[in-house]
C-alpha cells in the first residue's frame, strides 16, 4: 500500500476521520517509536507515548497545519516523552538521557517565568542559525544525538563511521555552539 503524502494526511485530520491516524502511524509510526524508545527505554512506556502523541496529533490538527508534519509530529513525541521521563524518574534520574543532557547542560536554561520563555525562544533561534551553518553530516549528527537522542553507537552505524571520530565530531560541534552563542550574548 503506497503512502499519503503529508498533506493529505493533513486534510485527513480537518476531516476528522479516524483513516488520518492509520496514515500517520503508518507512515511515521517507526519513526514515533524510535524516538520515544531512545528517551524512555521501556517498549511498553514508549508505546504509551506514541499512542499519546497520536492523540496530541488529533487534538492539534486542526486548527495547526504543520509543514513539515514529520518534525511536528517528532517535536510532539519528543516532548512528550521527556515529560514522562521526567515524571517517573523524578527520584531516580534516567543515566540514558541525563548523559545526553549533560553533553548540552552550558547550553539549557533552567527555571520556568516569562524571562526563561524568551530566553528559550531566543535560544531555539541561535540553534536553528547554528543548524543552518552545518554541513549535512554534521547536521544529522547533532540533531539525532540531541533531538532524537540516538545513541552514538547507532549513529555511527547509520553514517558508516567509528564510535570514537562521531563523539569527536559531537565535542568539536558543541564547542562551536558554544562559541557561537557567546559570540550572540546568549551563554556567559
Known amino acids: 500500500m503506497t503512502q499519503l503524502e503529508d498533506s493529505r494526511i493533513i486534510d485527513l485530520f480537518y476531516e476528522r ?3 488520518a491516524v492509520e496514515e500517520l502511524d503508518r507512515k511515521y509510526g517507526a519513526l514515533v517509536r524510535k524516538t ?26 486542526p486548527p495547526h497545519r504543520p509543514d513539515p508534519l514529520v518534525s511536528y509530529v ?3 513525541a519528543r516532548n512528550l516523552a521527556v515529560s514522562r521521563l521526567r515524571s517517573e524518574t523524578a527520584a531516580k534520574r534516567s543515566r ?11 547550553f539549557l536554561p533552567s527555571g520556568v517565568n ?5 530566553e528559550l525562544k531566543e535560544l531555539t533561534d541561535a540553534i536553528n542559525r547554528f543548524l543552518a551553518t ?14 532524537f537522542a540516538d545513541p552514538v553507537k547507532d549513529i555511527a552505524a547509520a553514517m558508516h563511521e567509528k564510535e570514537s571520530r562521531l563523539s569527536l565530531r559531537l565535542f568539536r560541534l558543541r564547542e562551536k555552539l558554544r562559541k557561537t552563542l557567546r559570540k550572540e550574548g546568549l551563554l556567559a
Not at 520515544?36 to 490538527?61: K, P, Y
Not at 540514558?96 to 552550558?106: A, F, R
Not at 552545518?134 to 533531538?147: A, E, H, I, S
Open 17 to 19: 476521520s479516524e483513516q
Open 36 to 61: 520515544a524508545g531512545n528517551i524512555l527505554h521501556d517498549r511498553q512506556d514508549a508505546e504509551e507515548c506514541v499512542n499519546d502523541t497520536w492523540l496530541g496529533v488529533w487534538n492539534s490538527i
Open 74 to 76: 517528532c517535536r510532539i
Open 96 to 106: 540514558g538521557l541525563d548523559l545526553v543532557l549533560d553533553e548540552l547542560e552550558d
Open 114 to 118: 516569562v524571562e526563561a520563555d524568551y
Open 134 to 147: 552545518l554541513d549535512y553530516d554534521d547536521r544529522f549528527l547533532f540533531v539525532r544525538r540531541y533531538f
